[in-house]
């Protein structure tokens, strides 16, 4: 069965995110970008099932500026046979995301679109489920385990009290958490033979959707920064403040 | 203006999360409705009667609705919904699952884990695991809205008196089905409204060890959780995880014990209201949001504070 996993590039999960003096976001110039972690998680389940046998084609696709074949890139290396790239400088809301991905989903006709459940700078944890709404499909939200059964698969989904199984007709969406696998490292002749392999390219006005914001941002603000504390000597002393200064206890 | 909340419950009882997002939507202001869906769950209904500020209680009451699946829920909601101006709901599981879908159905946006309310379409929140704080507008008719619980304190939840309507709306997508649950089982309070959290971290080394966070918090009527690190590393499960992406907590003592403070664990405790740190390192970015800092052996002050309290 085809698999289609969408990516999505994001500022490096290690570096330090500064909000532009401006305060009309976060500053990006000459920052490392990388592929989001959660999508990363999504590639390599991917990969994982195509090695147990039962995906059969990998098809991985990224929304965004040209910088995104990268993304496309790295996630041929691990192991995804073809790249589609959405090219948009605008912004791209994760309605509009959504729609894209609808589009794709009706060429491609996978049985099983896999993506990561937020990416970890808008962190709206949306589009998966957006999509699984537009294409009428059911959706495995936080994902920590994903097992195919003939025309099913069976998703352990990460939630507030624990952990949740349900079963999805195929085909279906699957959005990961953190503990679904840890991903690999691209080989260094995977990442030459990923040069090779086929990357579609097309614009959203190609795919029929516009791309129309509904939502603006105003300003982005740094968080009120919390003022370290006081040490303290012992526990005797911790007990003491936490009772008669903090009054917490 | 009118806004309809969506309350989070177990089908027994009102979560007290459906307080703090009611307490979101009386800031938004207007009348404000709850839809209860779940199954056997009358008296979650007549428990959101009970809460301020609510005018109607609608109760959604059938077996489709019970294990709250994503699918049939944001049917359910994007049909009852489309006649309200904001549609409101916690961001626990439930609501990150079943919202976008409502958002997606009515060809909406969707406003993620807000912690502030300017204005009837201007709202506050998180992005870049709380590294950046932004103020978004949105242009919609009906406006998607999920709600960080702890960011808003809860309204009253007796002394209401709204009236209670059965709906007779059963939307079955027939694209899941619920298989089983492993539910935590727990006699302490839930990590998320507890007033004292204990968390441990990877300096705990093992599962085991967490019975020494657990005693100190029977003893203070804590809930225990733990880093993303802690999970990762098998020692405790996935329920018990504090951070941007487990749980968000805000409670008036945190006790941060061998956690060294990594940005994303920092993100889902950095509003608690006093700040404990133990860890032996000196440097553990943790004692930069500590308000009282104990560099010590976590082994040697857990069973003192024990003692202590």
């Not at chain 1, 993304?71 to 589609?84: K, M, N, Y």
């Not at chain 1, 085909?171 to 953190?178: G, I, K, S």
């Not at chain 1, 029929?208 to 526990?235: F, H, M, Y």
Request: glycine share 8%.
């Amino acid at each position: 069965m085809k698999v289609l996993v969408a990516v999505k590039r994001v500022i490096d999960y290690n570096v330090k995110v500064r909000v532009k003096p401006d305060n009309t976001g976060v500053d990006l110039a000459n920052v490392k970008m990388a592929m989001n972690p959660f999508c990363e998680i999504a590639v390599e389940e991917a990969v994982r099932l195509k090695e147990k046998g039962v995906a059969s084609e990998i098809v991985v696709v990224s929304i965004g500026p040209k910088a995104c074949q990268e993304q496309i890139r790295t996630a041929l290396a691990l192991g995804a046979d073809r790249g589609i790239h959405i090219e948009t400088d605008e912004e791209v809301q994760s309605l509009e995301a959504a729609k894209l991905l609808k589009s794709v989903v009706e060429k491609e006709e996978p049985k099983l679109v896999i993506l990561g459940k937020q990416s970890i700078d808008s962190d709206n944890n949306q589009t998966g489920q957006m999509l699984a709404a537009l294409t009428g499909m059911g959706q495995g939200t936080f994902a920590s385990e994903m097992v195919v059964e003939g025309d099913k698969v069976n998703v352990t989904r990460e939630v507030d009290g624990g952990l949740m199984t349900v079963a999805l007709n195929l085909p279906a969406v699957v959005t990961t958490d953190l503990r679904l696998n840890e991903p690999r490292y691209a080989s260094l002749p995977n990442i030459m033979k990923a040069k090779k392999k086929p990357l579609d390219s097309m614009t959203p006005a190609d795919l029929g959707v516009e791309l129309a914001p509904r939502l603006s941002t105003l300003k982005v603000e740094a968080p009120a920064s919390r003022q370290a504390g006081v040490k303290v000597a012992d526990v005797a002393e911790l007990v003491d403040k936490l009772k008669n200064e903090a009054k917490v206890i | 203006m009118s806004i309809l909340v969506i309350a989070e419950h177990d089908n027994s009882e009102l979560k007290q999360a459906t307080l703090n997002v009611l307490a979101a939507a009386k800031a938004i202001g207007g009348d404000i409705d709850v839809l209860v869906a779940g199954e056997n769950c009358g008296a979650v209904g007549e428990a959101a009667a009970k809460a301020e500020g609510v005018s109607k209680v609608l109760v959604a009451d059938n077996a489709v609705y019970g294990h709250f699946l994503g699918e049939n829920l944001g049917e359910l909601v994007a049909e009852v919904g489309k006649g309200y101006s904001h549609i409101l709901a916690a961001a626990g599981t439930i609501g990150k699952d079943f919202m976008p879908r409502v958002a997606a159905l009515l060809g909406v946006a969707q406003v993620s884990d807000i912690m502030r309310v300017e204005s009837e379409d201007t709202f506050v929140r998180p992005i870049y695991a709380g590294n950046a704080i932004a103020t978004v507008k949105s242009t919609d008719s009906i406006k998607v809205i999920t709600v960080r619980p702890t960011a808003f304190d809860p309204v009253a939840g007796e002394g209401g008196s709204a009236t209670v309507e059965t709906l007779d709306i059963v939307k079955d997508a027939g694209l899941s089905q619920f298989v089983n649950e492993e539910l935590a089982k727990s006699d302490r309070p839930d990590l998320a409204s507890a007033g004292i959290v204990v968390s441990g971290g990877r300096g705990m080394q093992n599962g085991e060890n967490f019975k020494m966070l657990e005693q100190v918090a029977d003893l203070m009527g804590a809930a225990v959780g733990a880093s993303r690190a802690a999970v990762d590393a098998g020692f405790v499960p996935n329920d018990m995880q504090v951070g941007q992406t487990g749980k968000i907590v805000a409670p008036q003592l945190y006790i941060a014990v061998g956690i060294s403070g990594a940005i994303q664990h920092l993100a889902g405790m950095s509003d608690s209201k006093v700040i404990v740190a133990i860890n032996k390192d000196e440097e553990a970015p943790i004692f930069q949001v500590a308000d009282y800092g104990l560099v010590a052996d976590l082994f040697e002050a857990i069973p003192e504070l024990q003692r202590a309290l």
